[in-house]
């Protein structure tokens, strides 16, 4: 069994028990992991990092449980260089229920928002402070949300947060469309 609060030097992770109320792409609420990772020492107002997810297919791969995958690594060389990071689990990854619901941007937007929430709560907790300013980045499918959370921040939260930067490492563009033509043989080999 993996210790899921392993950290790195500098850092303390605190994963989340799936305690995060979401919407789901069908309407219901379900439950929501995550992994909040805080710098031991740095500002008074700790700047925050929301890192979206690459794509996971396995839920025991989710940065919250797995202390071997990348998001979870990105994560801790974030805080160890003073930030506070919110790293939501997509919906049914992690330690959540259902299935998840691979690239539907805005169930990845409201887990988001709702785990910067939870990171907020720890850091009070820790009796540390959070910047109002959220630096949003993230890969693959967590790249198309960037955008969509940084508009979600500008009219969402009561003021709690607003976006400071976006960063869009990679993300799908037109899957469905590129995944039909690889498959279809239309996507022409270099020699």
Do not use: K, N
């Amino acid at each position: 069994m993996q210790d899921r609060s392993a950290s790195a030097p500098g850092t303390r992770a605190m994963p989340s028990t799936p305690d995060r109320l979401c919407t789901h792409p069908d309407g219901e609420p379900t439950l929501a992991s995550e992994l909040a990772v805080l710098p031991h020492e740095g500002e008074d107002a700790l700047p925050i990092v929301s890192w979206l997810p690459g794509t996971t297919v396995y839920r025991g791969d989710a940065a919250s449980v797995s202390v071997e995958r990348a998001d979870r690594m990105i994560a801790f060389a974030i805080a160890s260089a003073g930030y506070a990071v919110s790293a939501p689990d997509d919906l049914g990854l992690g330690l959540g229920p259902d299935r998840c619901p691979y690239d539907h941007v805005p169930s990845t937007v409201t887990a988001s928002v709702d785990a910067l929430c939870v990171t907020r709560a720890v850091d009070v907790q820790e009796q540390r402070h959070l910047d109002d300013r959220v630096l949003v980045s993230g890969f693959s499918q967590g790249g198309p949300a960037i955008m969509t959370l940084g508009q979600a921040r500008r009219s969402t939260m009561d003021g709690a947060f607003r976006p400071g930067a976006l960063a869009q490492i990679s993300g799908p563009c037109v899957f469905t469309g590129s995944l039909q033509s690889g498959l279809g043989g239309d996507i022409a080999s270099t020699p």
